[in-house]
T-cell receptor, first 111, second 110 residues
């Protein structure tokens, strides 16, 4: 247990659905991240929030929409996804120059 | 962007044997992180190295950063089944960001 939780752990959705992934940490961290992990590929950084402000959008398609209402919660809203978006989505958080703490991930399957 | 090459991509080791994983960067490393991941789960932090020539150990795992700060190695002594998983190196990119290698899958055979 790293102190970073993610829900749901597994999600199956159709291409026309709208769903949201949730990430939560009460570690006092100020930076939060979304990563995508596909088979046989390095972790891809999607979004970075620092003190609730988005500081990075790594050319992510607009069908992925992040939201950071406060420094403890991070959401990833999904709509009209494609089958190639199926992957493990990981949330992470950190404070200052310390290491990132990762959540267990959400395994997303798009049908 | 920071390119990190990990080698080997995968390895199988007999229980009790040693193993080494390498992480090579195209640029100078200012912070190098090692993580372990069980398949389909989140990453668990192992160690962070910052100084050239730095070496850190935790239980049977030792990580080193070379003097030029472009290569790091992770060495496991007397491997056990609990050491099985995917090992990833990550490099500090500034602005709170990390860039990761593709990972090394370790299988430990009893």
């Amino acid at each position: 247990e790293t102190g970073v939780t993610q829900t749901p752990r597994h999600l199956v959705m159709g291409m026309t659905n709208k769903k949201s992934l949730k990430c939560e940490q009460h570690l006092g961290h100020n930076a939060m991240y979304w990563y995508k992990q596909s088979a046989k590929k390095p972790l891809e950084l999607m979004f970075v929030y620092n003190f609730k402000e988005q500081t990075e959008n790594n050319s992510v398609p607009s069908r992925f929409s992040p939201e950071c209402p406060n420094s403890s919660h991070l959401f990833l809203h999904l709509h009209t996804l494609q089958p190639e978006d199926s992957a493990l989505y990981l949330c992470a958080s950190k404070r200052g120059g310390n290491e990132q703490f990762f959540g267990p991930g959400t395994r997303l399957t798009v049908l | 962007s920071q390119e990190l090459e990990q080698s080997p991509q995968s390895l199988i080791v007999q229980e009790g044997k040693n193993l080494t994983i390498n992480c090579t960067s195209s640029k100078t490393l200012y912070g190098l992180y090692w993580y372990k991941q069980k398949y389909g789960e989140g990453l668990i932090f192992l160690m962070m190295l910052q100084k050239g020539g730095e070496e850190k150990s935790h239980e049977k795992i030792t990580a080193k950063l070379d003097e030029k700060k472009q290569q790091s190695s992770l060495h496991i002594t007397a491997s056990q089944p609990s050491h099985a998983g995917i090992y990833l190196c990550g490099a500090e990119m500034g602005d709170y960001k990390l860039s990761f290698g593709a990972g090394t899958t370790v299988t430990v055979r009893a």
